[in-house]
Structure formats: C-alpha cells, structure tokens
C-alpha cells in the first residue's frame, strides 16, 4: 500500500512499495524524482525491463513463482496517465491493470527482444533493471532505442554488477561503454559490428550521463541516463 503522505515523491513511493529503488538500496528514486516529474500528469508510455529482484541471475529458474511487483505498482501510482510496461523472462501475466501490459522475453536472445519491441508503442522512458549481463543490456538498448520516443529517456541500472553465470566472457561492460561515449561522444565494443551499431544510434543522443553507486564518486558506475534527441 502507498504512503499516506510524500505521495508525489519516488522515494517516498519506493519504500512503501518494498521497492530496492528507494531508500533502503540503491537511491535511484532521489534521481528518477527530478528526471520525471515532468510526466507525472502526462499520458506516456512506459517500460521496465526486470520486475521482481531474483531469476536466471541469481540462479532461480526463470518459471519461479511471482507473487509482487513492487515497482510496476509504483509506476503506476507515480504516472496518473501512463501505460505501463513490463518485460521479464519470468511469468508476470497474472498482474491485471487498466494500465499495464506485460511481456515476457528472455533477453540473452536479441531476436526476443525485437519481436516484443514489434509489440509495443513507442516510448517516453524506458528502464533496463533485467538481468544485468552486459549483452542482454546492449541487445536491448541496440533493438529498444530507436522505439524511444525524441525527447525520451533511456536508463540502464545496476551497470557495476553482472551475473557470472550469464556474463559473455570478453565482451566490453556496459557502464564502459556509456561512460567512454559520455567522455569521447563515440562507442567502442569489442565487437566491431556492434561498436558500429552503437555509432548509428549515437547522432540520436543528445545527452549520456554516467552515475556512480549511491551518487559517490569514488564508487563503481552505476547507472546509465541517456536522452534522445
């Protein structure tokens, strides 16, 4: 159940929720507060990527039962107008709203990922908080960029931290990426095709900004905020 006060602030929301985007972990909240404010009364569409802490990742089967979804309901009390959506290799079809639609995908195939992106609407913000491996993050941002809408922001979570058992051993990190095209305005990946796709998708971006864990410069990059232009 929400808050009964601060209901127009995320952080507020996250907490109540038992959201790890508030308060009690990785702070995303006092950002995401500032950044998208400005939708709150808007009529938007949304998409999460990763709904429930736990899965593949962390070595749980992706058929686990689900019985929460603790940001989605935050989402949806935030963002009065909003289409939400949801994206997880896991079963969340059992959560009904008037404004929700949810899709299930297994992202370490990029093929999923773009049939599901046929499905859907273009977007305002997208969010990738999935599996955290760093193909499954570029396959998404490669296939689910080009449907964000101009304007439109792109965020990518939990960049510091990738799953060993799911991790492509010598690919280029995620938080790599972004933080040398916050730096020098071009990608490089280890692989030459996708560092190619990535410089088609860079004239797009107007904005890349790089923030480390608990907004502590002396900690690893965390979170990844890029703007369409």
């Known amino acids: 159940m929400a808050p009964k006060t601060g209901q127009l602030n995320l952080t507020d929301l996250a907490d109540g929720f038992g959201s790890d985007k508030g308060s009690s972990k990785h702070r995303y909240t006092e950002l995401y507060q500032m950044l998208f404010l400005p939708f709150r009364k808007r009529k938007i569409n949304f998409l999460e990527m990763g709904l429930l802490i736990g899965g593949p990742e962390h070595g749980i089967d992706k058929d686990r039962k689900t019985n929460d979804l603790p940001s989605v309901r935050m989402w949806l009390e935030f963002f009065e107008k909003a289409n939400?959506?949801?994206?997880?290799?896991?079963?969340?079809?059992?959560?009904?709203?008037?404004?929700?639609?949810?899709?299930?995908?297994?992202?370490?195939?990029?093929?999923?990922?773009?049939?599901?992106?046929?499905?859907?609407?273009?977007?305002?913000?997208?969010?990738?908080?999935?599996?955290?491996?760093?193909?499954?993050?570029?396959?998404?941002?490669?296939?689910?960029?080009?449907?964000?809408?101009?304007?439109?922001?792109?965020?990518?979570?939990?960049?510091r931290w990738q799953p060993p058992a799911m991790e492509q051993t010598g690919i280029t990190k995620t938080a790599q990426?972004?933080?040398?095209?916050?730096?020098?305005?071009?990608?490089?990946?280890?692989?030459?095709?996708i560092t190619t796709e990535l410089n088609t998708l860079a004239a797009d971006i107007s904005g890349c900004f790089v923030f480390q864990a608990g907004y502590n410069k002396k900690k690893r990059d965390q979170v990844a905020v890029i703007h369409k232009r």
């Open 84 to 159: 939400v959506h949801g994206l997880d290799v896991s079963d969340f079809s059992w959560f009904h709203h008037d404004r929700f639609k949810f899709f299930r995908c297994d992202m370490g195939v990029r093929e999923n990922i773009r049939k599901a992106a046929e499905q859907m609407p273009d977007m305002d913000i997208i969010i990738d908080d999935a599996s955290h491996a760093s193909h499954h993050q570029q396959f998404a941002f490669l296939e689910l960029f080009p449907k964000l809408k101009s304007g439109g922001l792109y965020i990518i979570e939990d960049m």
């Open 177 to 193: 990426l972004f933080y040398e095209f916050q730096t020098h305005k071009t990608f490089s990946h280890s692989d030459p095709a």
